[in-house]
């Protein structure tokens, strides 16, 4: 699992890459072709996003752009927005494009994503293991049923997935029922702190699973 630092760096990366999203968004209410189609297809792969952020850098605001030494993670979050959680629905008329509209949801399908369970027992076999507690994947599924294990497995979950996001191995629409499945004010206010202290109650709970299941 990722250390304390480098939660409060991904949280860091995540909201920039958020803020970018939705300026794009804003931008796109005056000028559709801030977000067309052609625009959309560049930022939704990795390495053409990479090509638009470099040709848009200057006309950009400098609180959404990435550090130096932190772009490959920014675009890779920042591109699987277009996976995850967000499409954009363009209006046109003949050859010309009236609005581009950017909206929740993914542009993969309107469906309830599977493997919403599997996310959360994968990630709570990976916390367990990073302190030697080992359980098993049925154990796992097991665990990540249980009501009481809620918020605080979601939570690590969705933080462990945006490091997974960041690294370009992120699972796609499932993120967004996560995300979603997080409690108003956690989604408000998701700090480093509020974290690591899910992380803790859930290494308690594993701990004393495995205590008594040995």
């Not at 990479?50 to 932190?70: F, I, T, Y």
């Not at 699987?80 to 581009?100: A, I, M, P, R, Y």
């Not at 302190?131 to 690590?156: F, G, H, V, Y």
């Not at 997080?182 to 202290?197: F, G, H, Q, S």
Request: hydrophobic share 40%; net charge positive; proline share 4%.
């Amino acid at each position: 699992m990722v250390t304390r630092d480098e939660v409060a760096e991904l949280l860091r990366l995540h909201d920039k890459a958020y803020q970018l999203l939705l300026w794009l968004g804003q931008r796109a209410v005056r000028h559709p072709k801030a977000l067309s189609p052609e625009v959309v297809q560049q930022l939704a792969r990795p390495a053409t996003c990479a090509e638009w952020l470099a040709a848009s850098r200057l006309s950009l605001p400098a609180n959404v752009l990435p550090d130096k030494g932190m772009q490959d993670a920014f675009v890779n979050l920042f591109s699987s927005f277009f996976s995850t959680s967000f499409h954009v629905e363009h209006v046109s008329l003949g050859n010309k494009l009236l609005d581009s509209s950017l909206s929740t949801g993914s542009s993969a399908g309107r469906r309830n994503p599977s493997g919403f369970i599997a996310a959360q027992a994968l990630a709570l076999r990976h916390l367990g293991g990073s302190e030697n507690i080992r359980i098993s994947d049925a154990e796992a599924r097991t665990l990540a049923k249980r009501k009481s294990m809620q918020p605080n497995l979601l939570l690590c979950t969705y933080v462990w997935e945006l490091d997974r996001r960041a690294k370009g191995k992120g699972k796609g629409e499932v993120v967004h029922r996560i995300w979603r499945s997080l409690p108003v004010d956690l989604r408000k206010n998701m700090t480093t702190e509020a974290v690591w202290e899910a992380r803790n109650r859930l290494l308690e709970t594993l701990g004393s699973f495995a205590a008594e299941t040995q």
